[in-house]
DNA sequence: AATAACTTGCACAGTAACGTGCAAGTTATT
DNA sequence: AATAACTTGCACGTTACTGTGCAAGTTATT
């Protein structure tokens, strides 16, 4: 609670368990959305009656999660830019998918669930700057021109979910779900996979930057 | 109840209101998949109470329509053959997309959740009739070689359910939506745009029926 | 018309959560 | 060391369902 009209500060360690509930709730609910305030209390080492003391709600908890979490993934996304749609829309996927991978569960219920609204706020510039894109790869004829430009900036959004779903049941390392994630997306606004492959290695910005200090990688 | 032992048969509209309680659960639960069965009950002009006559408990009445829809599902798209895989694809993404499109939340719940493994039981020949297909068309280059076949062939069914999805929200005729699930499929194969369109045009097998008899369509 | 086969409404128990009030404890701050 | 700021455990009320027993209906079948 904030002490509003007392005489002396807030203790230091109510804000650290805050924070300690809210990476609780970004574990647990990661592994069940579905997961009980008991659950997430416990992981974070601390008694489901003390979780009211910091969150009104559940929702509220939730909803304190999913916007700290949109807003950090919509300033990230933000910074993208390149004069190529193409390149755009690559570096767009490339970075959401090592900004969520870690929240891969949480990411899809915010974007799906009932917060999907409120999340839809937070992301819309993003969403804009996904139409931007594609809008302009279609004028430019570097994207297919069979869809309409919402529809497939949908799909393009609804195809980086299913990346990241996929990734969930089926582990993959974060450099090759990085290209997958570009690949896909590449794909769904209508590059051949030949082309999209070249097309990825034939701009330094879309390379793996492990790759640049160590050219020598094995395998 | 099935009356076992009884010397009478059972009454003809038990039997019809067994049907009458699946349809309706069929309409709520694609409106809403967790609805109540007081709402399934009442859609079927019956009690609540007399759910339990006809079926053991919820996840029974969820079993039973998830099941024979998937039967349905399965034996529709075993049908399909044809020597070359990606128009073999393309014809289960279409015959798909023509099966479900009407149920498209069960679907999309069937697939996804608690029921998932039983699904994929029924499903699980038209699994391998998709992983053939691909890996087929890997081997004589109709499809991308950079992706495995397994993660494309998840990737091909979680496409074809995003298609679901998004018209489920977004409509579309079932016309445009059919061609959408063989498209995108197609581009998740790893064909570019042009292609893909040229590719289902050229296919006589992959046109839409309507404009068979009726060439003159206006619009 | 008799009656078995169904349906219905109601009451009730069960479940699995959420959210709250309060008294007693612990701990950081002053 | 005093004390405000937290945490805790427990009891309790609430909600929104599921599933059952039973007595009193209604209706198809014979």
Redesign the pocket.
């Known amino acids: 609670?904030i002490?509003t009209t007392?005489?002396?500060?807030?203790?230091?360690?109510?804000a650290e368990?805050r924070e300690s509930l809210l990476a609780a709730a970004r574990v647990v609910f990661n592994r069940d959305p579905n997961a009980?305030?008991?659950t997430v209390a416990a992981q974070a080492g601390?008694?489901r009656?003390?979780v009211?003391?910091?969150f009104?709600?559940?929702?509220d908890l939730l909803l304190e999660l999913v916007t700290t979490g949109a807003r950090r993934v919509a300033s990230a996304l933000q910074s993208v830019s390149h004069p190529d749609p193409l390149t755009r829309l690559a570096l767009i996927a490339s970075k959401l998918w090592r900004e969520v991978e870690s929240v891969r569960v949480i990411a899809v219920v915010a974007v799906r669930g009932s917060l999907a609204h409120h999340t839809a706020d937070i992301l819309g510039a993003i969403r804009f700057h996904v139409r931007t894109a594609i809008s302009e790869g279609q004028a430019d004829g570097s994207m297919r021109r069979d869809v309409p430009t919402e529809r497939l900036a949908r799909l393009v959004e609804e195809t980086a979910l299913v990346v990241l779903e996929d990734s969930t049941e089926h582990p993959l390392s974060a450099r090759d779900g990085d290209r997958l994630a570009m690949l896909m997306t590449l794909a769904i606004v209508g590059l051949g996979w030949r082309d999209a492959d070249a097309f990825i290695d034939s701009k330094p910005e879309l390379a793996w930057p492990e790759s640049q200090p160590n050219p020598g990688l094995r395998h």
Chains 1, 2 share one sequence.
């Open positions: 609670m002490a007392s005489r002396r500060a807030p203790r230091r360690d109510s368990n009980s305030l008991e601390l008694s009656r003390s009211y003391g910091h009104a709600n559940r929702d």
